[in-house]
């Protein structure tokens, strides 16, 4: 293999790592989110929550910017000012509405099982803009990934509640916003593009509450919800971290398909929280969704991550 190959694969490991770790932390925190924010106003928590998400990853996203080749260019804080709006603000107002509306013990569930599905949106939208190779085990790793979804929210909770419209709607626009941020990734870093959506997001989000007179309601959090927001905080910056970097590394459809392994991460805390048993075809359904990644992620990447994390031979002495 030529040395651009190699470095290619590597490339391509290194993001497959990455959004493996951020399907984990997705999981969690889609049912971490779903406690943190109830008996508290929404808009308030998310603002907040996003504000400290801001400081804790600008650090390392003005590093990023002294390292890049040229200054920022008008249309590339257009670009960031657009995915700031539909990916950082106006989804994260929706999502935690429809979160909340939902009830304490399907909340999560229902709330993961709709946000899973953006891999289908994110596909075809990666298929007819940014001209994603089409690929036949994709087909085949989506009916595997919806049909195990579907299996394992039928076991627990309802397929609709009263939020479910509001995580749907984020849903669509965090598919539109990942579609953008592949595009922008072509030139920008990841820390930047990381920076732009969060930081962006906050104005907007800040812009909102003052508009909404809803400024109040972060004075009137109380000292246990500030714990939430810290912990939800922290969450969101490693995901938003990972899940840039990851990006830049691979395709659309082969990163947010990735990130459905998140529903059955929210599905066995939500389980274990509320003490039911592990019956056969939830086992069923999560096998299915494991299989149905693994399908779309391919042998030739998953080669690619065991080569890299294969320990390398030790180097013979000369006789």
Request: net charge positive; no cysteine; hydrophobic share 60%.
């Amino acid at each position: 293999m030529s040395a651009s190959g190699v470095t290619g694969s590597r490339i391509g490991a290194i993001g497959l790592l990455l959004v493996l770790a951020t399907a984990v932390v997705s999981g969690v925190s889609t049912f971490v989110n779903s406690y943190a924010v109830a008996g508290t106003n929404s808009d308030a928590f998310v603002t907040v929550r996003n504000l400290v998400v801001v400081a804790l990853i600008a650090p390392i996203a003005i590093l990023a910017a002294r390292g890049a080749r040229a200054p920022l260019a008008r249309a590339d804080w257009g670009r960031l000012a657009v995915i700031g709006l539909i990916g950082g603000a106006i989804p994260f107002l929706l999502f935690f509405h429809g979160l909340q509306l939902a009830t304490a013990a399907h909340g999560a569930a229902t709330a993961s099982f709709v946000y899973r599905t953006l891999f289908l949106m994110a596909t075809v939208l990666g298929f007819v803009f940014l001209q994603e190779r089409f690929r036949l085990r994709v087909v085949v790793g989506a009916g595997l990934l919806l049909g195990g979804n579907v299996l394992l929210l039928s076991l627990i909770s309802p397929l609709w509640t009263n939020g479910t419209s509001y995580v749907l709607a984020a849903t669509v626009l965090w598919a539109v916003e990942y579609s953008i941020s592949k595009r922008v990734l072509r030139t920008l870093p990841s820390p930047t593009v990381a920076m732009g959506r969060m930081g962006f997001g906050g104005i907007f989000l800040v812009g909102y509450l003052f508009l909404t007179a809803q400024w109040s309601s972060v004075a009137s959090l109380t000292g246990p919800q500030w714990g939430w927001v810290v912990i939800s905080a922290l969450l969101l910056a490693a995901f938003v971290g990972t899940w840039y970097a990851g990006l830049a590394r691979v395709d659309l459809g082969v990163a947010t398909s990735v990130l459905v392994l998140g529903f059955p991460i929210t599905w066995v805390l939500t389980i274990a929280v509320r003490g039911t048993g592990f019956a056969l075809p939830a086992a069923v359904g999560a096998i299915a969704v494991a299989a149905g990644v693994a399908v779309v992620i391919g042998r030739s990447l998953f080669s690619d991550l065991a080569a890299m994390l294969r320990p390398s031979a030790a180097p013979r002495n000369a006789t």
